[in-house]
């Protein structure tokens, strides 16, 4: 906010309450209308924030997320409708990785080898998510405000005034170094490394939540040319991908909620459906002449949920699903997923090992 008052406050930011959990590539069909695909992709964008547009810098592709697969097949909808002939990709859910256990602290060493950074990761409660998320805490809130809110979430004073860094997707990086010299010149870089590895985390290379990063201890070189960013932002890095891998590391799945009203002969048939999708059954209630049945289903089991409610209903009943929370992706099928994930962004299938990362002291 520009204006001549000192400490004037800014105006505050918008938050919206979902986040897009399924993205699509989009392209024209063709090459001469891609000025007409960006202007309707950006006028999209300007009417529905929730709609987010980014470019892939690898592949060139057009990105578009959204809240589900019906949100996506609107906003594709009016881009047609604009004139526009475009070509479509499958689905593709985003996911987050998170830590189920504390782990650390871990050391790794800078490239130089002349700098020393111990991290330790541990998860982070959901109410304090919750707060990053609605922008209680934040980067741009006041500091006070937000050593007392956690105070209020039973943080102690010293762990309250130890936050460094506040990533919005829901996570945080506190220190509690003693007594070192060259931190605070050093702390932008060793940010950056943790700001890189919320965006792409160990697993697939998802955003992460839920996650306190804490540098526990800097041992820097004395000179500054051998703890520049160069060196410091990679160990950064290295120690946090160190702690997480050894923190049980899993990744979380969209979770919609769904709202099917319909007459009450219609029970069996839609609870058969959310049942045969992952999904379970949270309220049946009966409202005049029609049943209103809520569930939760995993966004990845929505892509043909509209053919098969259809089928199962006769059409005789709508529904509505809207995002409601991120879960921890079954065992059973973590391995396979995180192989899918990382073969489709072109990485290894097996994640790294941690001891790629940590250095012996």
Same mark, same amino acid.
């Given at each position: 906010?520009?204006?001549?008052?000192?400490?004037?406050?800014?105006?505050?930011?918008?938050?919206?309450?979902?986040?897009?959990?399924?993205?699509?590539?989009?392209?024209?069909?063709?090459?001469?209308?891609?000025?007409?695909?960006?202007?309707?992709?950006?006028?999209?964008?300007?009417?529905? !924030?929730?709609?987010?547009?980014?470019?892939?810098?690898? +592949?060139? @592709? +057009?990105?578009?997320?959204?809240?589900?697969?019906?949100?996506?097949?609107?906003?594709? +909808?009016?881009?047609?409708?604009?004139?526009?002939?475009?070509?479509?990709?499958?689905?593709?859910?985003?996911?987050?990785?998170?830590?189920?256990?504390?782990?650390? $602290?871990?050391? &790794?060493? &800078?490239?130089?080898?002349?700098?020393?950074?111990?991290?330790?990761?541990? $998860?982070?409660? $959901?109410?304090?998510?919750?707060?990053?998320?609605?922008?209680?805490?934040?980067?741009?809130?006041?500091?006070?405000?937000?050593?007392?809110?956690?105070?209020?979430?039973? =943080?102690?004073?010293?762990?309250?005034?130890?936050?460094?860094?506040?990533?919005?997707?829901?996570?945080?990086?506190?220190?509690?170094?003693?007594?070192?010299?060259?931190?605070? @010149?050093?702390?932008? &870089?060793?940010? &950056?490394?943790?700001?890189?590895?919320?965006?792409?985390? !160990?697993?697939?290379?998802?955003?992460?939540?839920?996650?306190?990063?804490?540098?526990?201890?800097?041992? !820097?070189? @004395?000179?500054?040319?051998?703890?520049?960013?160069?060196?410091?932002?990679?160990?950064?890095?290295?120690?946090?991908?160190?702690?997480?891998?050894?923190?049980?590391?899993?990744?979380?799945?969209?979770?919609?909620?769904?709202?099917?009203?319909?007459?009450?002969?219609?029970?069996?048939?839609?609870?058969?459906?959310?049942?045969?999708?992952?999904?379970?059954?949270?309220?049946?209630?009966?409202?005049?002449?029609?049943?209103?049945?809520?569930?939760?289903?995993?966004?990845?089991?929505?892509?043909?949920?509209?053919?098969?409610?259809?089928?199962?209903?006769?059409?005789?009943?709508? =529904?509505? +699903?809207?995002?409601?929370? =991120?879960?921890?992706?079954?065992?059973?099928?973590?391995?396979?997923?995180?192989?899918?994930?990382?073969?489709?962004?072109?990485?290894? !299938?097996?994640?790294?090992? $941690?001891?790629?990362?940590?250095?012996?002291?």
């Amino acid at each position: 906010t520009l204006a001549t008052i000192k400490d004037v406050a800014p105006f505050e930011s918008i938050h919206y309450v979902s986040e897009p959990v399924v993205t699509i590539a989009v392209e024209p069909k063709h090459p001469r209308d891609l000025p007409k695909l960006v202007e309707g992709m950006r006028r999209l964008n300007i009417e529905d !924030p929730n709609l987010i547009v980014t470019i892939n810098e690898e +592949t060139g @592709e +057009t990105l578009m997320a959204g809240m589900g697969v019906l949100h996506l097949e609107i906003a594709t +909808t009016m881009l047609q409708q604009q004139g526009l002939e475009i070509v479509q990709s499958q689905p593709i859910i985003n996911y987050r990785e998170t830590v189920r256990v504390p782990a650390g $602290p871990v050391m &790794s060493r &800078s490239p130089n080898r002349h700098n020393k950074i111990f991290m330790e990761v541990m $998860p982070l409660s $959901p109410d304090i998510v919750e707060l990053i998320r609605n922008g209680t805490i934040s980067e741009t809130a006041d500091k006070k405000s937000i050593q007392k809110t956690l105070r209020e979430h039973g =943080w102690d004073s010293d762990e309250a005034r130890s936050v460094v860094a506040v990533d919005e997707r829901g996570n945080m990086m506190t220190e509690t170094t003693k007594g070192v010299q060259y931190l605070q @010149e050093s702390m932008a &870089s060793i940010r &950056s490394g943790f700001e890189d590895i919320m965006k792409n985390g !160990p697993l697939a290379y998802e955003f992460c939540r839920g996650i306190k990063c804490t540098l526990t201890n800097y041992v !820097p070189h @004395e000179d500054p040319a051998h703890r520049t960013y160069a060196q410091l932002m990679p160990a950064s890095r290295r120690a946090i991908l160190g702690a997480m891998l050894t923190a049980n590391p899993t990744l979380l799945e969209p979770v919609l909620g769904i709202e099917v009203k319909g007459p009450t002969e219609l029970i069996g048939a839609v609870t058969g459906v959310i049942s045969g999708k992952r999904g379970k059954l949270v309220n049946i209630e009966q409202k005049e002449v029609l049943t209103v049945i809520e569930g939760e289903v995993p966004a990845a089991e929505t892509f043909d949920l509209s053919e098969v409610m259809r089928g199962a209903t006769a059409g005789k009943a709508v =529904w509505n +699903t809207h995002f409601k929370l =991120w879960q921890a992706v079954p065992t059973n099928m973590l391995y396979p997923l995180v192989t899918e994930i990382r073969k489709r962004k072109g990485l290894s !299938p097996e994640p790294p090992n $941690p001891a790629e990362f940590i250095d012996k002291e």
